[in-house]
């Protein structure tokens, strides 16, 4: 890394911490931030599975909302998490980088970004964003580095360590100070905080960050959540199956009162939001809400049915409403797409692998395509145009080859019948994989979470682990 990059990395870092000094409400700041600015929502629920929405073909869960966000922007058909797992596809959204480059590639809960790795946050914050995440971490552990408040954020509240968000039932933490719910349902926390710093900053162009945890975990959902009403009487005789669609249609619903907000606070032209999920579904449910449809694997695999994502982008005035897109594009790309929105693309950190989108999303100007798209989890995996390749690795497994253009399902292994096709996606395996830092693990979440005196979730949910 070059003197010139590195001196770049630490005005953002030092940009970073001056703002961390700065007392909450952020609605204070509103008089020094440059006007007309678009805000930025970007919401990322957990373990969703592809077909888990009703504009992405699910029968079973409702979601109204999402399917009317869709109906109003843009669908992405082709659109990939930067990884099979939690933390690893952070680290790929939110740095910008590859599995192969990515700096958090472990998934044990306290693999830490380190200071010298820019974040979105950061790079937005040169542009006089105020920046809040709400949710799930899973880079770095409260107080140490890696934390969020230490990566350009404001205001985080949440999970730090993803090991502490295998439960509903827990504290959290305000910008690594511990918060205690009493027993309260730690997604309605989550989502009153969001609401707030929404409400906070109106005034100023803000980056609202949601990595919402549900429907991952323990499986849990109060009993007085309205969600739980609409399913639990389903003939369903898988229990967890009520409670995942609960959790999906609760999401719907607040994601449809955040649109809500927006209106009301007269913001909704000028505030663009993102709907996706950090990987595949982490259970199928095969023959209820087929949430993986016909692509194989799930959550943890390489195949489609582990890395292929909804999304969904709504912007009232700019993106066109009722458009699909089969643009293949992922989570490294968020980085370039959220710094052109913001006006500071040449923030954006030389040594990242993100192509922006925008010329996708408005419509204007040429879009850019990847040669290649690049995974990596035990195995490698290219996406080259219509072609995807599953191998090598660590147990250097013999390259399979699928044409995604008539074979979603991963079903026919083409790779001797196209010999140059697998040589080339074997290069790139090869190339794009770099051996990554030491991926030191500063500590599984210990704190102990106080019990509720009188639990909220459907007994048969209480003991279910992730």
């Not at 979105?120 to 914050?125: G, H, I, M």
């Not at 035990?378 to 147990?395: E, L, P, Q, T, Y």
């Amino acid at each position: 890394m070059g003197i010139e990059q590195l001196n770049r990395r630490g005005f953002l870092k030092s940009a970073a911490a001056g703002a961390m000094a700065l007392s909450l409400p952020l609605s204070g700041l509103a008089k020094d931030a440059p006007a007309g600015k678009p805000n930025i929502i970007f919401i990322m629920v957990d373990d969703m599975g592809y077909h888990d929405l009703g504009c992405f073909g699910s029968k079973t869960i409702l979601t109204p909302n999402i399917d009317k966000m869709c109906a109003e922007g843009i669908k992405f058909t082709d659109c990939y998490s930067g990884d099979t797992v939690c933390a690893p596809a952070r680290s790929t959204l939110m740095t910008g980088t590859h599995k192969g480059h990515t700096p958090v590639r472990g998934n044990n809960g306290g693999v830490p970004l380190h200071p010298e790795d820019v974040t979105v946050a950061e790079v937005l914050k040169t542009g006089g964003y105020a920046t809040g995440g709400f949710g799930k971490w899973g880079l770095g552990n409260q107080g140490k580095d890696g934390a969020a408040e230490r990566q350009g954020f404001d205001l985080f509240f949440g999970y730090y360590n993803q090991w502490h968000a295998h439960t509903y039932y827990t504290h959290l933490f305000r910008n690594s100070v511990k918060v205690e719910l009493n027993g309260r349902y730690t997604h309605h926390a989550i989502y009153d905080e969001t609401i707030k710093f929404i409400k906070a900053n109106k005034d100023r162009p803000f980056f609202c960050y949601c990595p919402w945890t549900p429907p991952h975990g323990a499986y849990q959902i109060p009993k007085d959540e309205p969600a739980w009403a609409m399913y639990k009487d389903k003939p369903w005789k898988n229990n967890t199956a009520k409670v995942v669609a609960a959790m999906d249609s609760m999401m719907d619903r607040q994601v449809g009162e955040i649109l809500a907000l927006l209106k009301e606070l007269k913001i909704d032209d000028n505030t663009i939001v993102f709907f996706t999920s950090d990987n595949g579904a982490a259970q199928r449910f095969d023959g209820i809400h087929n949430s993986c449809g016909k692509m194989t694997g799930r959550k943890r695999s390489m195949n489609e049915g582990g890395i292929r994502v909804p999304m969904v982008v709504r912007w009232p005035g700019k993106i066109k409403p009722g458009q699909v897109s089969d643009l293949p594009w992922y989570f490294p790309d968020v980085m370039a797409t959220l710094a052109e929105i913001g006006g500071v693309s040449g923030e954006v950190p030389k040594d990242t692998d993100g192509i922006s989108v925008v010329p996708t999303l408005l419509g204007k100007g040429e879009q850019k395509k990847h040669e290649f798209l690049f995974w990596s989890s035990g195995s490698h995996a290219v996406r080259m145009g219509k072609w995807k390749g599953i191998g090598g690795g660590k147990g250097k497994k013999p390259l399979r080859l699928y044409d995604l253009s008539k074979d979603i399902g991963e079903k026919n292994d083409v790779a001797e019948a196209n010999p140059e096709i697998v040589k080339k996606i074997t290069a790139i395996m090869e190339k794009e994989w770099v051996t990554p830092r030491k991926q030191v693990d500063d500590g599984k979440y210990t704190g102990k979470a106080p019990k509720p005196k009188k639990p909220k979730t459907p007994k048969k949910n209480k003991k279910k682990k992730a």
